[in-house]
């Protein structure tokens, strides 16, 4: 059997599972793969208008990877890989200005472009964490500003006056002292390839069940593995010591009304016009 590959997402479990032997335990030869990454080591600006649900629709090159449940909900729903309803997981997020923002409140953030990942998590969280502060009219998206780093990288440039970050970003924007004007923590979702082994999807599971475990117990002996995924050129300034345990996987199942209320609420948005995708849940989770 070949190598099962996975695209890793911006969290620990899979580090841990690799440097505990977990993978090696339940006999599953795992390899990871980042998804954004070039040939040349270089990660992919998409541009515009594409982010995480695109690459799905393009087709990621893996057995599973991860992204927030919307995106993963739609995208498996119009065909193109399968959710996996085994677990789901919840991570660390927020828009974040600079400190010397005049943006206090999420009031404050009426009319004023947040920089956030078309159709990716940052997206919906960030409509979904404002909607209690602001109508509809005043909240403002900018898409033209790249996936997760490059938002990074132009909100620390002062290029944009305020963005949408998880996970490792998320931390770094508080080491460096950041302000976050609004929590917007969302639920991920995994991706199955159509083609994946699912006795290899449970081995997988069952790895960072256990890798899960050691990060509860003792998050500071593992957030040094954020670097891994990190622009080279903010490694050295990072000090994972003061980083949190970001993404949490819940072994619970991603259940028909979740999978049905999400679609409820993505549509009542319409953030996608070309439609949710058609197949039932029976069809799009395994």
Not at 105 to 123: K, R
Not at 254 to 272: K, L, N, P
């Amino acid at each position: 059997m070949g190598k099962f590959v996975v695209g890793p997402h911006m969290r620990l479990q899979e580090w841990v599972a690799i440097e505990k032997g977990y993978f090696d335990e339940v006999e599953l030869d795992c390899v990871l793969e980042d998804q954004l990454v070039s040939e040349s080591n270089g990660r992919h600006d998409l541009g515009d208008r594409v982010g995480a649900y695109q690459t799905f629709e393009k087709g990621r090159s893996c057995d599973v990877s991860s992204a927030c449940h919307w995106t993963v909900n739609v995208a498996a729903a119009s065909g193109h890989g399968k959710l996996y309803a085994g677990a789901y997981s919840v991570s660390p997020c927020g828009v974040f200005v600079p400190e010397k923002s005049d943006i206090r409140h999420p009031d404050d953030l009426a009319g004023v472009a947040i920089s956030v990942g078309y159709q990716s998590g940052s997206h919906y969280a960030t409509i979904q964490a404002l909607e209690p502060f602001l109508d509809p009219d005043e909240i403002k998206l900018s898409f033209s500003d790249g996936l997760l780093f490059k938002r990074m990288e132009h909100l620390i440039d002062g290029n944009v006056p305020a963005a949408s970050l998880f996970s490792g970003p998320y931390y770094f924007m508080e080491q460096l002292g950041f302000r976050k004007v609004l929590d917007s923590s969302f639920m991920m979702a995994a991706m199955v390839a159509e083609d994946a082994d699912p006795e290899d999807i449970e081995k997988y599971y069952d790895a960072l069940r256990m890798a899960q475990t050691d990060i509860d117990l003792r998050p500071e002996q593992y957030t040094h593995y954020y670097r891994n995924e990190f622009p080279q050129r903010f490694r050295d300034r990072m000090d994972t010591r003061l980083f949190g345990p970001g993404e949490r996987i819940v072994f619970e199942p991603y259940s028909r009304d979740m999978f049905d209320s999400s679609r409820q609420w993505i549509a009542e948005r319409e953030i996608f016009k070309e439609g949710i995708g058609s197949l039932s849940y029976e069809e799009a989770v395994v």
